[in-house]
């Protein structure tokens, strides 16, 4: 449910916010707001203290010069849970595309491919949580993609799970790293101090490696066609960094012959309380379902329907 307050500032195009607050055994929102090309939409749940949002937009994906800038408040004793609906398409520039950035689309057109961006700003309060747990991006051919995400934590007590995802493109079309540009960073700072930045650039650009052959990005990437980044953090996450950590001692590390399917990696953050895990896939179905088993016991805190729906096929 929701309840808006009357003092709503106006959003730009492109724009939304978040405010979840505690009421009672619920969570309302004070503000559930966005504009084209942005939509939110908050299923009802009965999961008591916990709110589900959809982040989605408009047609199904995003064009070169949309420009989306999502604000999130995540008030004491509040769990938010941040979901979308299929992977965020990102489509390539195009003479007739619509997109939130207006006229500067087409005063730059002629410079190459239009960016798309992405910010998210989220403030969570003490004794709350956030778990942003979207499917990943794709990015069509020649599309442009700049994300940044900053998270705001207040103290200890406060917990975030924070995937972040992206695809080759649509390997049933042949599109495999043949976009133009991926850029992501995600910061997560604790009451001020910055504890993780994270960045990843996957730039399809030609590399002079004469006289060696000339590589494309699809070529340093390979064999893999889903890379994700997923940062814990928190009192609500420790069974599951101690699980993770427990099973990552447990890998042997030797040369194969032939790439795994799967590889990991996991790197322990301030002094034990958060992590950043690293994944690679050939298929991004096994890179969910990897994802799904290792945060399973998140299922205990948002509910099984809830977790279900992140993590469905």
Same mark, same amino acid.
């Given at each position: 449910m929701s309840v808006v307050s009357p003092s709503i500032q106006k959003i730009d195009i492109g724009g939304g916010r978040i405010v979840s607050r505690s009421h009672g055994s619920a969570v309302v929102f004070s503000e559930l707001s966005s504009t084209y090309p942005l939509k939110l939409l908050s299923p009802r749940i009965t999961q008591a203290g916990v709110a589900l949002v959809y982040i989605l937009s408009y047609g199904g994906g995003l064009v070169g010069g949309d420009r989306i800038k999502l604000s999130v408040d995540v008030g004491s004793e509040t769990t938010l849970v941040l979901l979308s609906q299929g992977s965020t398409k990102v489509f390539k520039t195009?003479?007739?595309?619509?997109?939130?950035?207006g006229a500067q689309r087409t005063s730059c057109s002629s410079l190459g491919p239009i960016t798309t961006t992405q910010t998210m700003d989220v403030l969570i309060s003490h004794n709350s949580a956030l778990f942003l747990l979207p499917d990943p991006?794709? #990015?069509f051919r020649s599309a442009s993609y700049n994300q940044i995400?900053?998270?705001?934590?207040?103290g200890d007590s406060s917990s975030a799970v924070l995937l972040d995802w992206v695809t080759s493109g649509r390997k049933s079309l042949g599109e495999e790293w043949v976009f133009s540009r991926y850029y992501s960073v995600n910061e997560v700072w604790v009451d001020g101090k910055k504890?993780?930045?994270?960045?990843?650039?996957?730039?399809d650009s030609i590399e002079d490696t004469k006289p060696l052959p000339q590589r494309r990005?699809?070529?340093k990437l390979a064999p893999?066609?889903?890379y994700a980044t997923l940062i814990l953090y928190g009192p609500l996450v420790q069974n599951i960094i101690l699980s993770l950590n427990a099973e990552y001692e447990t890998i042997s590390v030797f040369k194969m012959n032939v790439p795994s399917d799967l590889i990991w990696s996991i790197s322990?953050?301030?002094?034990?309380?958060? #992590?950043?895990?690293?994944?690679?896939?050939k298929d991004t179905e096994g890179v969910k379902s990897w994802l799904g088993n290792a945060l399973r016991k998140l299922e205990d805190v948002m509910s099984i329907d809830m977790y279900r729906r992140a993590f469905s096929a």
């Open positions: 195009r003479p007739g595309n619509r997109a939130s950035g991006v794709t #990015c995400q900053t998270f705001r934590l207040s504890i993780v930045k994270d960045v990843l650039l996957l730039e990005l699809g070529d893999y066609s889903c322990g953050i301030s002094d034990g309380k958060g #992590c950043v895990v690293r994944v690679a896939g």
